[in-house]
């Protein structure tokens, strides 16, 4: 089935686009600012478009999305012209009309925040319309006609300042493919005075690199890991043509807090993170959103809930964006490792590792803990039955021929409707190539059963080994230091109380440790008083917990690392 490739574009040159003609066939959206005193309260959205034959026509403002609901509040003035208009429900509106009139519809969209976003918001999905800049995700901002989701649309940025620059998706140049309602849903703009764009090559098109402000890496090299990263999936799945879109935004939060996130887009994604020393960080977050370019979008359809097979959706995510930087050598196999454990570490000290998948998908939008289930379970299945297959078939066929057959299958449906749900869908690609996972998707998904790794992996150059270790904890009332950055609620009986920590003074850098490892020391710079001062601690709880750990197995020659990385990368 042919990729629909969410794009369009009026002009190439930013930071603007021409001010709006007459409106194209099918959906044409514009956006100007608002302006007061030189700076922007609210972005202006008019739609037109030739409304139902019918003499009625539905609108459909942005409910819910993402985890965050009522988006429709962030919308404000919406008015009909060629109609009248009559509410049906928060997130509808009827509007009638003579039968084809052409409709134009007025409607502001307003922060979603009460200032920037910040950390204690998780993602920050919502509208964000600040005085010097503004960022928007399709999904929270578009209202649409009801039952248009693939009819053409074109989107005009018009009025802008001249000294703000604006990057979208919905700017990207094509020759063959067509914006539809549903690709401006799907998209992302980010605009502002402090805006910089950086262009690289990618394999089959260009990569703009958006990034708002300053950060402790050049924006230079950031584009370039985007671009390693992008390049390495690409050639992994060798069928993608056309620019991509990356934007970074800083959101806040207390001393010592990081946060970093983001979301696909299509043709694009969105990250989202602090500005401290995020890296390593903002590299993973990549891999994992790009690689949704495929994975489930380009494979399956998801069920209703989607949430009962993120399992595979955003686990199978995992287990290939790690396996595709190792094999563009984006990761070196440390690298590897490292992430590995970082996964154990999460999954083996989750409160939720032995809950049930139905009690997981319940949960996932409201408990941390039950969101990653389903990223750690998947991709340590992944890892399984990529070495069963291997193993079995002597090296000839891995879980790339599963993942690349289930791609190759949805692109030869000519509707969207025959390509099969996810878990059907793989099982039987799964069978075909001589594996049948029914069983451990019932034991260690549906029943939570929790998965045995120990044991040689990769041809034996990778060993995972199960100990047992002190819970790891800080000592502190861990939601309420972290909103405040003040040390709450600390336990007279931790280390950190024997290292000299105490309640209400202020946490001003995590200098060393590593969250979920309670074998790694924490270093902590806090400020007592007017006293500056870094306290040292084991955060070890009283209790113990099994901890699986990966590691090399022993010392690697040139052939070694080289035979290992590409066992690694499926190579």
């Known amino acids: 089935m042919t990729r629909l490739i969410a794009l369009f574009a009026l002009l190439v040159a930013l930071p603007l686009m021409g001010a709006a003609g007459p409106p194209a066939p099918g959906l044409s959206y514009e956006l100007s600012p608002v302006m007061q005193g030189g700076q922007l309260s609210a972005v202006a959205v008019t739609l037109r478009f ?21 988006l429709f509040k962030h919308l404000s003035d919406l ?24 409709l134009t519809v007025r409607y502001r969209v307003n922060n979603g925040y009460a200032g920037d976003p910040d950390a204690n918001d998780d993602n920050p999905y919502r509208p964000i319309v600040r005085p010097g ?13 009801d039952g248009r989701g693939r009819q053409d649309a074109v989107v005009v940025w018009s009025g802008w300042p001249k000294d703000w620059t604006i990057a979208s998706d919905l700017q990207h140049p094509v020759k063959t493919e067509r914006l539809t309602l549903g690709g401006v849903i799907e998209s992302v703009a980010l605009g502002g005075r402090d805006v910089h764009v950086i262009q690289k090559r990618i394999p089959g098109g260009t990569l703009r690199v958006a990034v708002r402000g300053q950060w402790p890496f050049t924006d230079q090299a ?82 209703d809930p989607e949430q009962t097979d993120y399992w595979m959706s955003e686990g199978f995510t995992d287990f290939y964006a790690w396996r595709t930087q190792v094999r563009g050598g984006v990761w070196s196999l440390e690298d590897y490792i490292a992430a590995l454990n970082d996964a154990f570490r999460e999954f083996d000290g989750s409160k939720a590792r032995a809950w049930p998948n139905a009690k997981v998908a319940e949960a996932f939008w409201t408990d941390g803990d039950a969101q990653r289930m389903p990223y750690r379970r998947g991709a340590f299945l992944a890892m399984r039955w990529d070495e ?21 299958q949805a692109r030869a449906a000519e509707t969207w409707e025959e390509v099969p749900e996810a878990r059907p869908g793989l ?14 998707i019932a034991r260690y998904i549906d029943a939570g059963e929790v998965l045995d790794l120990d044991g040689a992996w990769f041809g034996g150059c990778v060993m995972i080994e ?104 499926g190579i």
């Open 466 to 569: 199960t100990t047992q270790v002190p819970v790891f904890d800080r000592g502190w009332d861990v939601p309420k230091t972290s909103a405040s950055g003040v040390v709450t609620g600390l336990d007279p009986q931790s280390p950190a109380y024997a290292a000299g920590l105490r309640d209400g003074m202020r946490i001003l850098k995590r200098e060393a440790g590593a969250p979920g490892d309670s074998r790694v020391a924490y270093v902590l710079r806090i400020k007592d008083g007017e006293t500056e001062r870094v306290i040292r601690f084991q955060p070890e709880g009283r209790a113990r917990m099994p901890l699986r750990t990966a590691r090399l197995a022993g010392p690697l020659d040139r052939a070694g690392r080289e035979r290992c990385r590409k066992a690694v990368g």
């Open 222 to 303: 950031f584009a370039g890991d985007v671009a390693r990263v992008i390049s390495a999936q690409r050639d992994f799945f060798n069928d993608v043509e056309g620019p991509f879109l990356v934007t970074l935004i800083p959101v806040e939060a207390p001393p010592g807090r990081q946060s970093v996130g983001g979301t696909g887009r299509g043709d694009a994604f969105a990250l989202f993170s602090t500005r401290g020393d995020v890296g390593d960080e903002l590299r993973g977050i990549l891999g994992h959103e790009h690689m949704h370019s495929w994975i489930p979008r380009e494979m399956v359809r998801m069920p």
């Open 388 to 408: 069963q297959l291997r193993r079995q078939s002597g090296g000839r066929i891995d879980l790339d021929n599963v993942v690349l057959g289930l791609r190759n």
């Open 133 to 145: 800049w503004f960022h928007l995700l399709g999904n929270t901002w578009v209202v649409q006609p």
């Open 50 to 70: 030739q409304a139902d034959d019918d003499g009625e026509t539905r609108l459909v403002l942005p409910g819910s999305w993402g985890g965050k609901d009522q």
């Open 427 to 440: 099982i039987a690609m799964m069978k075909a190539r001589g594996l049948d996972p029914s069983e451990d």
């Open 79 to 102: 008015t009909v012209e060629g109609g009248t208009v009559r509410p049906d429900g928060e997130t509808s509106r009827i509007v009638n009309h003579a039968p084809g009139a052409l």
